[in-house]
């Protein structure tokens, strides 16, 4: 069984430019998790999909990023414009129901670079 | 958000069995306890969650003291493989179950 995949796995950008990280959960699972971690810190939540809806967005800064996730299945996580202090580790990650039962599944994460 | 306190690093030497501590002083009756590790360059992977018992399963085990203020995590047989940042994690129920990562625990293992 195919894990959760992210893409790109690596992004260099200026500032000011925007950029967009892909991620496909595990089939089947319902719940959606974008997180942001930031070096030698733990992944902080930015955004929850339950299908296609966004239950918790509240830690998402609304003003540069916005996320979707069409047909509850594939989500993509955009920032524009990106600024010097997003440079971190995006990653993403899925479960079946909310994972308080369970286990997450995270990608690998896509790391970006902002010059 | 719900605390938990882990060490912020710790050593132990290969095939030696492994303790790593989690304080959750705060934590409520409905709150799981869950652990992930993260090796480097990877996401976190799940280790082992419970609620009051203590659990086991093939990668770990996981031992909640009576008054679920703490946890240990315990790695029977350290290898080298087990070298990561370990998390201690409450889903915190009327949060809908939001999982809120600290810094973790960075485990060293000694050849």
């Known amino acids: 069984e195919a894990g959760v995949v992210q893409s790109p796995r690596y992004k260099i950008i200026e500032k000011k430019q925007p950029v967009a990280f892909w991620c496909n959960p595990i089939?089947?699972?319902?719940?959606l998790y974008w997180y942001l971690q930031n070096l030698g810190q733990g992944p902080e939540l930015l955004i929850r999909y339950e299908n296609e809806e966004a239950v918790d967005d509240s830690q998402l800064p609304k003003d540069r990023f916005s996320a979707e996730r069409l047909k509850g299945v594939d989500s993509t996580l955009k920032i524009q414009p990106a600024e010097l202090g997003d440079s971190a580790v995006y990653l993403c990650?899925?479960?079946?129901?909310?994972?308080?039962?369970?286990?997450?599944?995270f990608g690998e994460g896509s790391r970006l670079t902002v010059l | 958000d719900a605390k938990t306190t882990q060490p912020n690093s710790m050593e132990s030497n290969e095939e030696e069995p492994v303790h790593l501590p989690c304080n959750h002083s705060t934590i409520s009756g409905t709150d799981y306890i869950h652990w992930y590790r993260q090796l480097p360059s990877q996401g976190p992977e799940y280790v082992i969650h419970?609620?009051?018992s203590n659990v086991n399963n093939r990668m770990a085990s996981l031992a909640i003291a009576e008054d679920r203020k703490s946890s240990t995590l315990i790695l029977h047989r350290a290898t080298l493989r087990d070298a990561a940042v370990y998390y201690c994690?409450?889903?915190?129920?009327?949060?809908?179950?939001?999982?809120?990562f600290g810094t973790g625990t960075s485990l060293t293992v000694i050849p």
């Open positions: 419970g609620l009051t």
């Open positions: 994690i409450l889903s915190v129920a009327n949060t809908g179950n939001q999982f809120y």
């Open positions: 089939s089947g699972h319902n719940t």
């Open positions: 990650a899925s479960s079946i129901g909310q994972g308080e039962y369970g286990e997450l599944f």
